[in-house]
């Protein structure tokens, strides 16, 4: 569920975020190379804007951690579902802000872009902690790689196939293939509803809450009614 449901999100949000911003923004693999690019042509307002989309995906993830570390104690629900809120907000507000986006400066297209890069961060950061590194939901060039590595163990002679292995094959192709769900969904979307896509996938981010919690607040109910 953790990994169909952000990949969705994550596919989702680099489509529209390329339609509607002309950047990808799930991940940095991409700017990392523009960066170099733009140093080569000594594009100095560029670079400074590339730095700038590196350095709030670097945030995103870092704030991530910082808040689950900071809540552990409270409870495990709200330390992970915290950065997921966050998200949520700030999705809504690109959402609020964005819906004129054609008249939007290149300034303000570039701060946009760098504010749903934060949140990929705070998503990813929070994914691959649960999961203890296992899920990447916007890094699909590790996760192929990964994935190639592990078929190619399932399928050798000589390794044992194991239900780990088959667990870890299992999750890498549900994330790639929910990623890949999600962008066709993003992209028709945004072909209907333009910006208002944004609001959609808050949406989807909020089932993930619920269905977390949900367990926990129909024992409470069971427990109340029977008391």
């Not at 529209?16 to 990392?32: R, W, Y």
């Not at 916007?138 to 590595?149: E, F, N, Q, V, Y």
């Not at 208002?196 to 367990?215: E, G, K, Q, R």
Request: proline content about 2%; overall charge neutral.
């Amino acid at each position: 569920m953790l990994a169909s449901s952000t990949a969705s999100v994550a596919g989702m949000t680099n489509v529209v975020g390329v339609i509607a911003f002309l950047s990808f923004v799930s991940n940095i693999t991409g700017h990392v190379a523009t960066l170099a690019g733009k140093i080569t042509e000594q594009d100095i307002g560029e670079v400074y804007t590339v730095l700038y989309w590196l350095f709030m995906f670097f945030f995103g993830a870092f704030v991530s951690n910082f808040i689950v570390k900071s809540l552990d104690y409270r409870s495990t629900y709200v330390a992970h579902s915290t950065p997921i809120v966050l998200e949520i907000v700030i999705l809504l507000a690109v959402a609020f802000y964005g819906n004129d986006v054609g008249s939007m400066s290149d300034f303000q297209r570039e701060a946009v872009t760098g504010a749903v890069l934060f949140c990929m961060g705070l998503q990813n950061g929070l994914v691959s902690r649960i999961s203890g590194g296992l899920i990447k939901t916007s890094h699909l060039t590790g996760l192929i790689t990964d994935l190639a590595g592990e078929l190619s163990d399932l399928l050798h002679p000589h390794v044992k196939r194991t239900r780990e292995l088959k667990d870890k094959i299992y999750i890498r192709v549900t994330v790639l293939a929910f990623f890949i769900i999600g962008g066709l969904i993003g992209g028709y979307l945004f072909g209907l509803i333009g910006m208002t896509t944004f609001f959609v996938i808050p949406f989807i981010l909020s089932t993930i809450l619920l269905y977390d919690i949900y367990p926990v607040l129909l024992h409470r109910i069971r427990k109340w009614w029977t008391a």
